[in-house]
């Protein structure tokens, strides 16, 4: 009698062993595989579902491989048989990450460690997988991070040695200019060389903006931000322009969906509207127009205001709207190719977008090339 009560002891012991070990198999966070010495899957975990996707009965009784991409899917029966063979672990008892495959064929980061369990005569494996995909997030960003810090400490650098030279270079420009003009009074008689002498003041002049062109591209950008009228700042940027479109007769249209703030360094955008309008004037026909057309777009991250630019010129071809941003890369016969790469790092600045392409024409824009900048609203 004392024996059949120790024997059912030992037996509810066991119940409840097993319903306690298949508890924390079950609430487990990572996920847990267990396969016998031929690869093939003899349980599974819940964590394993929501990471897979694949329910118990379509894995258990199957090949482990098949959680695996090429090539290690073809060679892992050969992982396990060399492992017999030699027992020289490549993976069981060392861990490493890998990369599994989901049902739906995708493809997911996993740190994985593998223990081999005896149970008697049987060779069972343990794999737990933990999902590596937000910390594979984690570390792009922080290496992206790096790298736009490196890039900005380097370009800080740059603008520094930049902001010298400048200042070195236009005081001896300065003076070149200065010896120049002494040299065109003293050539009134002469005027092959007095045109020799127009041509390099010419020149210098070039040099000097191609200096300062480069040191506002390198050095870091200081806004300072507030609530501007983007009408007011369009019309004070055409303004500035007044010389080159009272020469064409090319006309700016304005189209303001509503009258939108924008928060900005007024200065700075200016910088870029000014730019942009250059442009469109450079291959505007004459007595043409250009449309500035805005409105309100709701993006993810809040309400934006839309400026887009459009001009009656040509438009752009794939290579241009390819290169456009690309620092030094212009069309012109004259020009630094700076001026878009210096407006796309102020733009990026104030937290929007600039992106350029082709227009259909329509009732109030023509065809032709636009320039679309997005940036905050005041209500964002």
């Known amino acids: 009698m004392l024996n059949q009560e120790n024997e059912f002891d030992e037996h509810s012991q066991g119940l409840q062993d097993s319903a306690i070990l298949a508890a924390i198999l079950d609430t487990a966070v990572d996920a847990i595989v267990t396969i016998n010495s031929l690869g093939v899957v003899l349980h599974v975990n819940h964590a394993f579902q929501k990471m897979f996707g694949f329910l118990p009965a379509e894995v258990i009784g199957q090949n482990v491989s098949m959680l695996m991409p090429e090539p290690d899917r073809s060679a892992h029966d050969g992982y396990l048989h060399r492992y017999h063979a030699t027992r020289e672990a490549s993976i069981i008892g060392i861990g490493r990450q890998v990369m599994g495959k989901r049902k739906n064929g995708s493809m997911i980061p996993v740190d994985l460690a593998v223990s081999e369990v005896r149970i008697g005569a049987q060779v069972l494996y343990t794999g737990i997988l933990r999902d590596m995909t937000e910390r594979r997030q984690v570390e792009d960003d922080l290496r992206q991070a790096q790298m736009q810090l490196i890039q900005s400490e380097r370009l800080a650098a740059i603008g520094q040695m930049m902001t010298g030279i400048a200042h070195e270079s236009r005081n001896a420009l300065q003076r070149s200019r200065a010896c120049l003009d002494m040299l065109d009074l003293d050539l009134e008689s002469a005027p092959e060389q007095q045109d020799l002498v127009r041509r390099s003041r010419a020149a210098l002049v070039e040099l000097q903006t191609l200096h300062e062109e480069v040191r506002s591209y390198a050095a870091p950008i200081q806004l300072d931000r507030s609530y501007q009228s983007i009408y007011k700042l369009c019309l004070e940027a055409w303004n500035h322009l007044e010389p080159s479109w009272r020469e064409t007769n090319v006309k700016i249209a304005m189209h303001f969906e509503s009258v939108a703030e924008v928060f900005c360094d007024p200065n700075r955008l200016v910088q870029v509207l000014r730019n942009i309008f250059e442009n469109a004037l450079a291959v505007a026909p004459n007595d043409s127009q250009i449309v500035v057309a805005t409105r309100q777009v709701q993006r993810t991250s809040g309400l934006y205001v ?37 407006c796309q790092r102020i733009i990026t600045a104030h937290h929007g977008t600039i992106a350029v392409g082709n227009s259909d024409r329509s009732d109030l824009v023509p065809t032709g090339a636009t320039i679309s900048i997005e940036l905050p609203s005041k209500t964002a």
């Open 306 to 342: 839309q400026v887009n630019v459009t001009d009656q010129g040509p438009g752009f071809n794939e290579e241009q709207c390819t290169h456009i941003f690309d620092p030094f890369y212009t069309t012109k016969t004259k020009g630094t190719g700076l001026g878009m790469a210096i």
